[in-house]
């Protein structure tokens, strides 16, 4: 019965962070990350991974997103490949599903992004070294609300939005048919593969998006601006 309970009150507080939300992943390819604390936005792996806190402007957005792709550019050829997402997203998977049963719950997502934000904010000035503060129950008020692209529980959330058969859990399967779909929108000529710099426009254009509010849908990106074709 506690299980229970514990479940469904993760549940809420996930449908309601995601009315908070903005868009990751419309079609169009822009709409890429979390509306963040204090009117920064956290920009996300198309896995839907958190890279950091809230950037301020456009320039720490795209670094952020720069760094990801460093990082899951595993061959360091300077192109991310579909099973260089695989792989990726294996990677965050797995940070997440802490019981082992190759799903991921709204409890175990809940979790992540709580310890995931405890891990990068700076302590606050009335925490002294060798102190610590008690931590209330639940989720820090600070957690960066998660943006969705439709399709998830509640029609927001970036990560359960992969979960297409609405049984309330993530499996690796669906999050990686997400992941893949989310970096075709990024991939600018269509070639099958996604260049530093096409990531790079598209979430130049992606912090620019204007947050859309309520459930996702198919539609399109809506409110974002469009850079002229040919440049970053």
């Not at 920009?43 to 301020?56: D, F, K, N, Q, R």
């Not at 260089?84 to 049963?101: C, I, S, Y």
Request: aromatic content about 6%; glycine content about 16%.
């Amino acid at each position: 019965m506690r299980h229970l309970w514990f479940t469904c009150s993760a549940l809420a507080l996930l449908l309601v962070l995601a009315g908070c939300s903005s868009r990751p992943d419309a079609p169009s390819g822009h709409g890429g990350g979390f509306a963040g604390m204090r009117g920064g936005r956290v920009a996300v792996s198309p896995a839907g991974e958190p890279l950091g806190l809230p950037a301020h402007d456009e320039a720490a957005y795209v670094a952020a997103v720069t760094q990801w792709f460093q990082a899951a550019d595993l061959d360091k050829d300077g192109v991310l490949s579909r099973a260089e997402m695989q792989a990726d997203t294996a990677r965050f998977f797995q940070a997440m599903d802490k019981d082992g049963d190759h799903a991921v719950n709204t409890r175990e997502l809940a979790e992540y992004r709580q310890a995931r934000l405890a891990a990068l904010r700076p302590p606050r000035p009335d925490e002294g070294e060798g102190k610590s503060l008690p931590r209330r129950q639940g989720p820090p008020a600070d957690l960066p609300a998660p943006a969705g692209g439709g399709g998830g529980v509640g029609g927001g959330d970036v990560v359960m939005a992969a979960d297409t058969n609405l049984d309330f859990r993530v499996t690796l399967e669906e999050l990686t048919h997400k992941a893949l779909e989310r970096l075709a929108t990024m991939d600018s000529d269509h070639d099958g593969r996604v260049t530093l710099a096409e990531l790079q426009d598209w979430a130049a254009q992606a912090y620019g998006e204007k947050p859309s509010r309520g459930r996702g849908g198919g539609g399109g990106g809506g409110g974002g601006h469009r850079r002229p074709s040919g440049g970053m």
